[in-house]
């Protein structure tokens, strides 16, 4: 009985935190430039352009007088869910779930038999969320996400200072899916973004070697969820047995005596489910300035080689918002049904439960968010006179997120029950623990001068997931990925020149029934956010980023 409202707000939190964490591993650096998307993003020792002030503000010196930078990029997230039944599958002895199995209302079996197979709940439209609507705006099926961007630098005559300032997106994805998806009980629609508005940057020339660099980003940062939620609980399963086998004979004979000896749950117009729709979801936070700073070096003793490193800070924000969730009868009935009952009603007394589950709930929240730091280093090689090799490897502070915690501006029913169960909950916070890893990265890049004007580039990332096995799930279906970049650039003229580049990142993922609590877990434990509780879930998420650079000297 003590678990049951825990369900609905603080698993669509958990949601929430875990959507930031997975979409900064997911997303970072696809969406910044394009000639470093083509090299697999190892060009701390040969930053492209302007947009050096992201990813090694030193490199600034090689660029004389004034430059300007324009580009645009557009993503398509391609993200394919499956889930399928395994050999034994049940919750307290049910298993007609519908969402795997075909039985219908005339089939009186608590057990399925006929189960659907593999059931698909793939993504259907990419989302954005917009901050003058102050919501996410679905694009419709098929459109990509467009992140245009901007920059401008100069170096004045004679000087061997370079100042310059961009306007990027370190990080802009989300997707979302119509009402009935399977893959809606881990968010119908997310969206996570994060935009450098400003970024005023200073290179300086030390010596015609060394170059140092720094800058400060002011970005605006941005997470929204809208989800549904289901709890297949053992704890659920057994409440519906009350209510389907205990509570049959007493549905429309019921007296004091039963009330009293069976807590009133007898008097509900609609029992708990463990397979049911518990509510829906929608929470927005953002901070339209959060400052960060970046620090770079290159040297370069030759012409064919040169160093990198870059050091870019944490970002530390307090995101604010507002959540909304719609409850379902279910959860209402259960609540007004043990407050039918003295017996009832002593016992919600003692646990400190709410009189009544409102049929819509909606308040602020605000938590404080860090953008990781990251550091990087990377030399630049031409093992032949046409034919240049990158290879950078870095490290990404993923382990901040040990714990995230959310703050409300009013005593939530939800947490009141849910401080019961853990020292991590308090009547107006819940703390979620992550424990994720940092891992270390490489990329490899290759530029081939095939004549003056012409160059051709290629280039390969794996990124290692920073999400513990036992985390894995559909928010963002991410375990280990691959980016595969490729692009052309061509020089007009000695003050103008293009580069076109094509991207390609996938991850698959398979979570074998009960492997991850934040997914599939089984058991009366499960209760936060395991809405596929007992099923294999397989993953398959493809991004293919394509997009145009022109830069221009005046």
């Given at each position: 009985m003590k678990k049951i409202r825990l369900s609905p707000l603080v698993s669509a939190i958990i949601l929430t935190g875990f959507s930031s964490t997975a979409f900064a591993q997911l997303g970072t650096n696809l969406s910044v430039d394009l000639r470093s998307l083509a090299l697999g993003n190892a060009v701390t020792a040969d930053p492209p352009g302007i947009s050096a002030v992201h990813f090694n503000p030193a490199?600034?010196?090689?660029?004389?007088?004034?430059?300007?930078?324009?580009?645009?990029?557009?993503?398509?997230?391609?993200?394919?869910?499956?889930?399928?039944?395994?050999a034994g599958y049940n919750v307290f002895?049910?298993?007609?779930?519908?969402?795997?199995c075909n039985d219908g209302p005339e089939i009186s079996s608590?057990?399925?038999t006929d189960f659907k197979g593999t059931v698909q709940g793939n993504v259907e439209y990419a989302s954005l969320y917009v901050p003058i609507l102050k919501k996410m705006v679905d694009l419709g099926e098929g459109m990509p996400l467009a992140a245009p961007t901007a920059g401008i630098a100069y170096n004045p005559p004679g000087s061997k200072a370079t100042f310059a300032t961009a306007i990027y997106a370190p990080l802009i994805a989300g997707f979302g899916a119509e009402n009935g998806n399977p893959g809606n009980y881990m968010g119908q629609q997310v969206a996570l973004e994060r935009v450098t508005y400003l970024s005023p940057t200073m290179a300086y020339q030390v010596s015609d070697e060394l170059s140092i660099g720094g800058g400060i980003g002011m970005s605006y940062q941005a997470i929204g969820l809208k989800t549904d939620l289901r709890f297949p609980n053992e704890l659920i399963g057994m409440l519906r047995m009350i209510d389907e086998v205990v509570c049959t004979p007493f549905k429309e004979n019921s007296d004091i005596i039963t009330d009293i000896l069976l807590l009133g749950m007898c008097n509900t117009e609609e029992?708990?489910?463990?397979?049911?729709?518990?509510?829906?979801?929608?929470?927005?936070?953002?901070?339209?300035?959060?400052?960060?700073?970046?620090?770079?070096?290159?040297?370069e003793p030759t012409e064919d080689f040169s160093f990198g490193m870059v050091y870019q800070s944490a970002a530390k924000m307090r995101l604010k918002g507002k959540y909304h969730i719609d409850n379902s009868k279910a959860p209402q009935e259960l609540i007004k049904g043990l407050m039918s009952s003295p017996t009832g009603q002593i016992l919600a007394a003692i646990l400190g439960f709410p009189s009544s589950v409102p049929a819509s709930e909606s308040g602020l929240v605000s938590m404080d968010f860090e953008y990781p730091q990251h550091f990087q280093a990377g030399i630049k090689y031409k093992i032949m006179p046409d034919l240049q090799v990158n290879f950078d490897v870095g490290?990404?502070?993923?382990?901040?997120?040990?714990?995230?915690?959310?703050?409300f501006d009013r005593s939530v029913s939800a947490l009141k029950i849910a401080k019961l169960l853990s020292e991590n909950i308090s009547d107006t916070s819940l703390a979620l623990p992550l424990k994720f890893t940092s891992p270390w990265n490489f990329g490899i890049g290759l530029e081939y001068s095939a004549t003056d004007r012409?160059?051709?580039?290629?280039?390969?990332?794996?990124?290692?997931?920073?999400?513990?096995?036992?985390?894995?799930?559909?928010?963002?279906?991410?375990?280990?990925?691959?980016?595969?970049?490729?692009?052309?650039?061509?020089?007009?003229?000695?003050?103008?020149?293009?580069?076109?580049?094509?991207?390609?990142?996938?991850?698959?993922d398979n979570i074998p029934a009960n492997s991850s609590c934040?997914?599939?877990?089984?058991?009366?434990?499960?209760?936060?956010?395991?809405?596929?509780?007992g099923l294999n879930v397989k993953t398959d998420t493809k991004v293919t980023i394509l997009g145009l650079n022109y830069r221009t000297r005046w």
């Open positions: 490199a600034l010196t090689k660029i004389q007088g004034l430059q300007t930078d324009v580009q645009g990029i557009l993503a398509n997230f391609d993200i394919q869910r499956e889930f399928s039944v395994p002895g049910y298993s007609d779930d519908p969402m795997v608590d057990i399925c029992g708990m489910n463990p397979f049911g729709r518990f509510g829906q979801m929608q929470i927005a936070m953002e901070q339209f300035l959060s400052p960060s700073y970046n620090l770079g070096v290159l040297w490290w990404t502070d993923y382990q901040a997120w040990d714990k995230f915690r959310f703050e012409l160059k051709l580039r290629a280039g390969y990332e794996p990124r290692t997931s920073a999400i513990p096995d036992n985390r894995r799930n559909t928010m963002i279906p991410i375990n280990g990925a691959q980016l595969f970049g490729l692009g052309i650039g061509y020089r007009f003229d000695a003050d103008t020149d293009l580069d076109l580049s094509l991207g390609f990142l996938r991850s698959k934040l997914s599939n877990c089984t058991g009366v434990n499960n209760i936060l956010l395991n809405p596929y509780a």
